[in-house]
C-alpha cells in the first residue's frame, strides 16, 4: 500500500534544500538528552523540541539551568518561539515545556495518541478528577500526516510508535527529529517494553523513517556514549543508518529485529527517572497541583511497575 504521508514528507526534504532549517542543540549529560532550538533563517520563527526540567531524585530538588541556557540563546538570537514540540511523553527526563511557554511563548504540542498514554498512567498513578486523560493539557495535538509551518519552514508529522504509541517524528525541511525512534548507528534502537511499546511496530516505524531520501538528516532525542567512541554525537542520515545501525540495517528482517529486541529489553533495567518522568509528561510538563500544604508531591507506586 501506498504511504502517501511518507511521500509528501519526502517531497518536502527533497524540496528543502531551498530553505534549510538552523538547528542548535543542547545536550543534557545528566538525562543524555538532546534539546533543539529549530529556527527558520528569513522570519526568525522557531520551535523548541523535546525541552528538560532538570531534577534531582534523591533530594527532590528542582532546577532551570538547561530550560534557561535555551531561553538564552533564543534570546540572543532573536527568535520567536512559536512551537514547544515532544516527540512523545519522555520517560528519562521531565519536560520544560510550562516553563519555556512562560518566558518565550509558544504552543505546547504532541502527538495525539498521547490519549492512551494518558489513560495508562493516569490509572497507575491514581489522578484525581483534574487530570482529564483527553490531551486537554496540551495546547495542539498532531496526526499522522499534519503539517504546519514554522515561519517559512514545512513540517510533517509522522507517528512512529513503538517505543511508545504516542510516539512522532517532525519532519522540518531536510531534517527530522525521531525523538526515541532511532539511536545513533552505533547504539540502535530504542527499548520497547514500556506500556503500549511494540518492537514490531517499532521496527515498521523505523523502516517508514529510513525510506525518507538518504540524504535526509536525522536527529536523535539521546546519546549513551556506546563503547569504543569518546564523543557524544546526535545527527546522522538515513543512508548511515540504513547501513549501519546495529539494530536495523538494511537485511535486518522483522521478525530477526523483534527477536533481538524482546530478548535485549529483558536484560535493561528501568530508567532512573521514569516514575517522575512520566507523571510530569503526561500533562505536558506541568507538575501535579500543590496539596493543602502548598508543597507538590510525585507518587511512587509500590510494586505497580
Same mark, same amino acid.
Given at each position: 500500500? %501506498?504511504?502517501?504521508?511518507?511521500?509528501?514528507?519526502?517531497?518536502?526534504?527533497?524540496?528543502?534544500?531551498?530553505?534549510?532549517?538552523?538547528?542548535?542543540?543542547?545536550?543534557?549529560?545528566?538525562?543524555?538528552?538532546?534539546?533543539?532550538?529549530?529556527?527558520?533563517?528569513?522570519?526568525?520563527?522557531?520551535?523548541?523540541?523535546?525541552?528538560?526540567?532538570?531534577?534531582?531524585?534523591?533530594?527532590?530538588?528542582?532546577?532551570?539551568?538547561?530550560?534557561?541556557?535555551?531561553?538564552?540563546?533564543?534570546?540572543?538570537?532573536?527568535?520567536?518561539?512559536?512551537?514547544?514540540?515532544?516527540?512523545?511523553?519522555?520517560?528519562?527526563?521531565?519536560?520544560?515545556?510550562?516553563?519555556?511557554?512562560?518566558?518565550?511563548?509558544?504552543?505546547?504540542?504532541?502527538?495525539?495518541?498521547?490519549?492512551?498514554?494518558?489513560?495508562?498512567?493516569?490509572?497507575?498513578?491514581?489522578?484525581?478528577?483534574?487530570?482529564?486523560?483527553?490531551?486537554?493539557?496540551?495546547?495542539?495535538?498532531?496526526?499522522?500526516?499534519?503539517?504546519?509551518?514554522?515561519?517559512?519552514?514545512?513540517?510533517?508529522?509522522?507517528?512512529?510508535?513503538?517505543? %511508545?504509541?504516542?510516539?512522532?517524528?517532525?519532519?522540518?525541511?531536510?531534517?527530522?527529529?525521531?525523538?526515541?525512534?532511532?539511536?545513533?548507528?552505533?547504539?540502535?534502537?530504542?527499548?520497547?517494553?514500556?506500556?503500549?511499546?511494540?518492537?514490531?511496530?517499532?521496527?515498521?516505524?523505523?523502516?517508514?523513517?529510513?525510506?525518507?531520501?538518504?540524504?535526509?538528516?536525522?536527529?536523535?532525542?539521546?546519546?549513551?556514549?556506546?563503547?569504543?567512541?569518546?564523543?557524544?554525537?546526535?545527527?546522522?542520515?538515513?543512508?548511515?543508518?540504513?547501513?549501519?545501525?546495529?539494530?536495523?540495517?538494511?537485511?535486518?528482517?522483522?521478525?530477526?529485529?523483534?527477536?533481538?529486541?524482546?530478548?535485549?529489553?529483558?536484560?535493561?533495567?528501568?530508567?532512573?527517572?521514569?516514575?517522575?518522568?512520566?507523571?510530569?509528561?503526561?500533562?505536558?510538563?506541568?507538575?501535579?497541583?500543590?496539596?493543602?500544604?502548598?508543597?507538590?508531591?510525585?507518587?511512587?507506586?509500590?510494586?505497580?511497575?
Amino acid at each position: 500500500m %501506498t504511504d502517501s504521508i511518507l511521500a509528501r514528507a519526502a517531497e518536502q526534504v527533497s524540496n528543502s534544500q531551498r530553505n534549510i532549517p538552523i538547528i542548535r542543540a543542547f545536550f543534557d549529560p545528566e538525562t543524555f538528552t538532546v534539546t533543539y532550538v529549530v529556527h527558520d533563517a528569513e522570519t526568525q520563527c522557531a520551535a523548541v523540541i523535546d525541552s528538560v526540567f532538570n531534577f534531582d531524585p534523591a533530594s527532590g530538588r528542582t532546577s532551570l539551568r538547561s530550560a534557561d541556557k535555551v531561553i538564552a540563546y533564543v534570546k540572543e538570537q532573536g527568535l520567536t518561539v512559536e512551537w514547544l514540540l515532544e516527540t512523545h511523553a519522555h520517560a528519562d527526563h521531565l519536560s520544560a515545556a510550562p516553563y519555556l511557554q512562560d518566558k518565550l511563548g509558544g504552543k505546547i504540542a504532541i502527538g495525539e495518541h498521547i490519549v492512551t498514554v494518558q489513560k495508562v498512567f493516569g490509572t497507575l498513578f491514581n489522578a484525581g478528577t483534574e487530570f482529564q486523560r483527553d490531551g486537554s493539557d496540551f495546547d495542539h495535538l498532531f496526526a499522522d500526516g499534519d503539517r504546519f509551518k514554522i515561519g517559512n519552514l514545512d513540517v510533517t508529522v509522522l507517528h512512529v510508535p513503538g517505543h %511508545t504509541p504516542a510516539c512522532i517524528a517532525y519532519v522540518i525541511g531536510d531534517a527530522v527529529f525521531v525523538g526515541d525512534t532511532l539511536f545513533m548507528p552505533d547504539y540502535g534502537t530504542a527499548r520497547t517494553d514500556f506500556p503500549g511499546g511494540d518492537a514490531r511496530k517499532l521496527y515498521q516505524s523505523m523502516r517508514r523513517l529510513l525510506s525518507l531520501p538518504e540524504t535526509t538528516r536525522l536527529f536523535m532525542c539521546h546519546d549513551y556514549l556506546p563503547e569504543g567512541r569518546d564523543k557524544y554525537v546526535w545527527e546522522t542520515t538515513v543512508a548511515a543508518e540504513r547501513k549501519g545501525n546495529i539494530h536495523a540495517h538494511d537485511g535486518v528482517t522483522e521478525d530477526e529485529f523483534v527477536y533481538m529486541r524482546t530478548a535485549r529489553d529483558k536484560t535493561l533495567d528501568m530508567p532512573r527517572l521514569i516514575l517522575p518522568s512520566v507523571q510530569v509528561n503526561m500533562r505536558a510538563g506541568h507538575l501535579p497541583p500543590a496539596e493543602d500544604n502548598g508543597i507538590r508531591y510525585l507518587k511512587i507506586p509500590l510494586d505497580g511497575v
